[in-house]
């Protein structure tokens, strides 16, 4: 079974949450069934950006990124508290623990911005929300930021540009987890393809 740990920020973005839960959830049932994901976060209770609450699994200190095959990370907004969370050594620390195991980091918006701070994209390719400040943000992390790509891919880690791009990370999470194969098929069951006999 392959493990997501879905790391939670108080101020998180639901949608953002949701397509890791989402996709990994239909392929647990209706796709290859290889997939499970765990919600972590600093706090017992965390409140999304509009204002409703979540009971994470597991608290931070109780991971054992060995458990875990890949890391997930929704973006939130700093008038939430974001970055109070997100920010916090804890979390940059699972951060750091599992780009030194080499395993697979999937980020949407600014959800890049810690995965920056923890100091893993020195020199590497990625991207973040691209209104406002948080590319320059990012690039204050000594990141090369690749302003107009709407995803980006540097070896283990997937960054992107804004919450429309949500689904397509999680399916390339998916799809670096299982394979290209089960991954389309995945798609075709929630219906992202018109051609249902694909």
Known sequence: M??????????????????????????????????????????ENLKCTFNFTVIPEMKI?????????????PGGFEEAGFYEDAYSEDFLNIIREFDRAGKIIA???????????????????????????????LSEFGVNVLGTEPIVIDNNI???????????????LLEMLTSKVN???VKRLMGFYQDISL
């Open 61 to 73: 200190s109780e991971i054992n990124i060995h458990e875990f095959d890949a890391l997930a990370i």
């Open 158 to 172: 997937i960054t992107s540009y804004n919450p429309s791009t949500a689904f397509d990370v999680a399916f390339k």
């Open 107 to 137: 980020s949407i918006c600014v959800g890049a911005l810690p995965i920056g701070k923890s100091g893993v994209l020195v020199g590497r390719n990625a991207t973040t929300y691209n209104f406002g400040i948080r590319q320059k943000q």
């Open 2 to 43: 392959k493990k997501v740990l879905l790391l939670l920020a108080n101020g998180f973005e639901a949608v953002e949450a949701s397509v890791f839960t989402d996709v990994i959830g239909w392929n647990k049932s209706d796709g290859d069934g290889t997939t499970e994901l765990i919600t972590a976060g600093i706090r």
């Open 183 to 185: 991954c389309q098929n």
